[in-house]
């Protein structure tokens, strides 16, 4: 078995119960400990994602979010408390992470992701992330990420909820990188625009439904154990434009996978202009 390199006493420690889970052990450790993830969303996802990511030792965790603490969020947002009120949760998100594991490298930023930087953010800023994982609450900032996931072939975990129901979405980019001739869809052959993407739209709705604090919770930790089934290459982790849904009102699951459409606008055979320059 390989030798986790260079852990220091204490971090040993930290990891003791994952390095003797047999499934883990120092080799998986090493493979999380190597990997880096951008979370876009620190709310009632992002929040619970995050420590349990953090306590996993994902080796550098990159944060945006662009919105404040505010009084209606933390029921769900267990990172977060009232005396931080009116604060950036990126900032103070990556505080308290930090201490919750020091041996992480974890950074945060209180832009807002959108058209005119994202390029920027996945091709310059920073290079090599193993995974997206979107947390984000509105339709057109999902499309956004999940075209330029495609466009610069990084992997992507889009987590969704609905009043008592919860949406895992994975999509390798990496091994379909240039697949317009392959099988396996993209988000757009599945909902070709926002509008008419049923499961997705549904988060949305929270001004009106509400929100009960547990799903996005649970949701979020079944996202983590997705994520980490995906980093140490375990059978059943999801596959290629596969959604994973979840009942919470009975626990009924299911898996749902489809086919690239030859005339999706984005990966389709048809479409005459390949979008993926780099
Ligand atoms: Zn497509």
Known sequence: ???VTGLAFDEKRYYKRQLSFPMIGEEGQNKLRSSKILVVGAG??????????VGLGIGEIVVFDFDKIEYENLH????????????????????????????VKI????????EKNIEEILSKRFFAFD??????????????????AYKFHINLLSV???HLSGSLLF???????????????????????SQNSQILALDENKNFRGILNIVPGMIATMAVMEIAKFLLKWEGSLKQAENFLIDLTNFETNR????????????GSLNSQDKKQK
């Open 171 to 193: 999509f390798n980019f990496v091994d379909s990188a240039d697949s317009k001739t392959g099988e396996e869809g993209c988000l757009r052959c599945l909902w070709p625009n």
């Open 44 to 53: 009632g996802l992002g929040s619970p994602l995050l420590m349990y990511l």
């Open 76 to 103: 769900r947002q267990i990172l977060f408390n009232v005396d931080e009120i009116g604060e950036y949760k990126a900032l103070i998100a990556i505080k308290k992470l930090q201490k919750y594991n020091p041996w």
């Open 107 to 114: 950074s945060g930023y209180t832009e807002k992701i959108d």
């Open 1 to 3: 078995m390989e030798e």
């Open 131 to 148: 995974l997206i994982i979107d947390c984000s609450d509105n339709l057109a900032t999902r499309f956004l990420i999940h075209d330029n």
């Open 256 to 267: 749902v996978r489809w086919n690239k459409k030859k005339d999706c606008s984005l990966c």
């Open 160 to 162: 969704a909820i609905d």
